[in-house]
Structure formats: C-alpha cells, structure tokens
C-alpha cells in the first residue's frame, strides 16, 4: 500500500506545480459556466413552465460542473501511460514489483485531484457571490450535502476504472487516438456533461440512467441541486457502485489478458 500512496503523492505534487495554468483554466471555466447559464437563461425566459429543473438547481448543476471539471473532463489521458505502451517502455513498469492496474489508477487519480484543488475552491467562492438566480445555492439538506459527498467520490472512481479501459485498449491497437476520441464523445455526451440528463426526453431517460456514464458527474450533481432526492438518490448511488465493481473487475481482467501477451520489441 506505501508504494502505491508514493506513486499517488508524487503524481499529486508534481501536479500542484502548474498554478499559472490553473488561473488561466479558472478564468476559462467561469467563462464558459457564465456563456452556458446564459444560454438556458435565453430558453427560461421563453414563457414555458414545463422545464425539468428549476433554474436555481440548473445553475448550480453548472456551477459545480465548472468546479469540477478537472475531475470528471472526459477528455484528459494521461499521455505517459499510452506513450509507455506504444513506446515498449511498459517493459520497465512490469519490473516494477507492484500492480500495473493499481499503480496507474492511483497516477490518474492523483493529477486529476491536484487540479481540482487549484480550481475548485475559487469558482465556487465566485459563483456563490453572483446575484440570484444566477449563483450557486447549498443543497438543500445536510443529507443532501453527505450524500453529494459519497456520490461524488463513486463517480470520480467510475470514471478512472471506464478511462483504465481506455488505456488498456491501447495494447490491442496501433495508435490510441482513435478510441480516445470515441470515448471522449461517448462519455461527454451521456454523462450530462453537454445537456443535463433531465434535459432529455422522458423515454430515454431510464436507458441513460441505467449506463454508467450518469454515473460520472450527473448523479452527484443532481444529488446536490435536490433535483434527486431520498430513496432516488440511495438508489443512484447503489447503481454507481455496482458499475464500478463490474469496471474495476472487465479492467483486471483485460489488463491480465493483455498483460499475458505483451510483446517489447527493441533493444
């Protein structure tokens, strides 16, 4: 267990380092999370009533998604673990005496958190300083709030254990760009990252709740805002931890199999 918190506190600082890029991503993110509730607040001021959320719930939804971003962004990789595959250099990762799974899933995590740390704490700060109903609200219970929490944690560790896929994908192919961009789209799209879950229609709803990408970020953000609530949100919460195991246990298994029939060409 020491070498891999090692692995996750290496990872963690060296991530810390890059605090001018922070701003600049703090800048971008409020930004941007400004430019989208505007956006919804063209469509609200429609004259309809029939909206799925209301709009306080929907800009904190964004609000904390901006926050977040560095945690649940669908597109970030780490570049070392693919150029370690495709480059044969996994040959000195394999010497290693630890859990090639283990050992990259912790790295991933670590430089995912010493992100949101940089961004986290200021977006929120701001937004929750912005005029009504344009701010960003507390949850509306304390239950809410822990069970946000747990929420949020399972959905950070959905993602890592659907992207450890990813990265094992890469031993089968020639270049890794290819899946990385699929995922990329895959997951943006129906994690609620684009157009909130509620948002869609009623139909396909139950389908897109059954997948694990709302497992990701929509749940602990609809848990948040209050949207989900009570039984609905320990039901949420046990459907996260059933697509991780079933994610932990098809990465072990493939990454044995893979592991199995690596071939390091070189010198």
């Not at 394999?94 to 799974?101: A, F, H, I, K």
């Not at 879950?197 to 139950?206: G, H, R, S, V």
Request: hydrophobic content about 55%; overall charge positive; some cysteine.
């Amino acid at each position: 267990m020491k070498k891999y918190l090692s692995f996750f506190r290496i990872r963690f600082i060296a991530g810390l380092q890059y605090r001018a890029a922070a701003w600049a991503g703090i800048a971008t993110q409020f930004a941007w999370g400004g430019m989208t509730i505007l956006m919804f607040w063209a469509f609200y001021q429609s004259g309809e009533n029939n909206f799925p959320m209301t709009f306080p719930q929907l800009s904190s939804y964004i609000w904390m998604q901006q926050a977040f971003l560095a945690m649940f962004m669908a597109w970030f990789f780490d570049n070392d673990i693919f150029e370690s595959i495709t480059s044969g250099s996994i040959a000195y990762e394999l010497c290693r005496p630890c859990d090639v799974y283990a050992m990259w899933f912790v790295k991933n995590m670590a430089i995912r958190l010493s992100r949101v740390v940089l961004r986290c704490f200021p977006i929120l700060l701001a937004a929750a300083f912005l005029p009504a109903p344009f701010n960003i609200t507390l949850p509306p219970g304390w239950l809410s709030g822990v069970l946000f929490l747990a929420s949020v944690t399972f959905g950070f560790l959905v993602l890592i254990s659907f992207s450890m896929l990813i990265y094992i994908s890469a031993f089968y192919t020639i270049s890794p760009m290819g899946i990385r961009i699929l995922a990329t789209s895959v997951i943006e799209f129906f994690a609620g990252a684009i157009i909130p879950i509620p948002f869609f229609p009623e139909a396909l709803q139950p389908i897109l709740y059954a997948l694990p990408f709302a497992s990701m970020q929509n749940t602990p953000f609809l848990i948040y805002t209050g949207h989900i609530s009570g039984f609905e949100a320990w039901r949420s919460i046990a459907v996260q931890l059933v697509w991780l195991a079933a994610l932990m246990i098809a990465g072990r298994i493939l990454m044995k199999r893979a592991l199995k029939k690596v071939i390091v060409q070189g010198g």
